[in-house]
């Protein structure tokens, strides 16, 4: 991003949540950085709704409390606007923008985004930043238009991706995650997707399970931890079966999370 506002308003991040903020480890060092997406929507240049923004800010401080033994830092983006706003796509300019920062901030440390909705879709869209080691993005919105390309995936490779999304959602239709997954799957095989059924667009009936698998694979993917095995299994395994992993109820019960 080259400065340029919209609304009188920049991209900024929000308060720094883990190491580096005195809860982190011996002399507050920064190993990794977790930045939140939030959700937006389609068109518009309001601000970042701030339901939205406590969302990815419980997440981010559940995320920092679970590596702060490691390390982990993170931080909740606070877009210029709330919509994606057609070719102009402001969050995913502000997404390579705030990856930008980070290195700034903490130098070379690994960074996985963390997105929701139209921040999902900012997450994977930013992902060839060559500071981004993995994806996470929650009911992302990709929508298919007749004569819009599909978005690109190259960026993807060398990364590693989730894609979790629940079966029943109203608001972003879960097929198409999919179709993405499974052209991110053709070239490059470290990604994966899950499937939360009977839940829709906010995953509000499976938040724990959510929590935990997000905890596990962002801290896998920034620490080259183990994954657990339901996340070992979805990467490993081929399409259609890697792609429609189901998050099973109790996810994360037995993991320590």
């Excluded at 963390?114 to 060839?128: I, Q």
């Excluded at 978005?151 to 993405?180: A, C, I, W």
Aim: with cysteine.
């Amino acid at each position: 991003m080259d400065g340029r506002s919209v609304s009188g308003r920049t991209a900024r991040l929000g308060k720094r949540l883990g190491a580096g903020a005195g809860n982190g480890t011996a002399g507050g060092a920064v190993h990794a950085v977790a930045l939140l997406l939030p959700e937006g929507c389609e068109e518009s240049t309001a601000r970042t709704s701030p339901v939205a923004t406590l969302a990815a800010r419980s997440l981010a401080t559940g995320l920092a409390r679970a590596g702060r033994g490691n390390g982990l830092t993170t931080h909740v983006l606070h877009f210029r606007c709330r919509g994606w706003n057609g070719e102009a796509a402001h969050p995913a300019e502000d997404a390579e923008w705030a990856v930008s920062e980070v290195v700034r901030r903490y130098g070379d440390v690994p960074v996985c985004l963390v997105g929701t909705g139209t921040g999902a879709r900012a997450a994977l869209l930013a992902a060839g930043h060559p500071a981004v080691n993995s994806v996470l993005g929650i009911a992302p919105w990709l929508p298919a238009g007749r004569s819009a390309a599909p978005d690109p995936v190259k960026q993807l490779v060398g990364r590693r991706v989730l894609l979790v999304h629940g079966t029943n959602d109203e608001r972003v239709d879960p097929d198409l995650s999919y179709r993405y997954a499974e052209r991110a799957k053709k070239i490059n095989r470290d990604t994966c997707r899950f499937e939360v059924h009977s839940d829709g667009h906010g995953l509000h009936q499976h938040r724990s399970e959510l929590r935990s698998l997000a905890t596990d694979f962002v801290l896998g993917s920034l620490f080259h931890r183990a994954y657990s095995r339901p996340v070992q299994d979805a990467m490993a395994a081929p399409p259609p079966l890697g792609l429609r992993m189901p998050l099973a109820a109790g996810f994360g019960a037995t993991l320590g999370s």
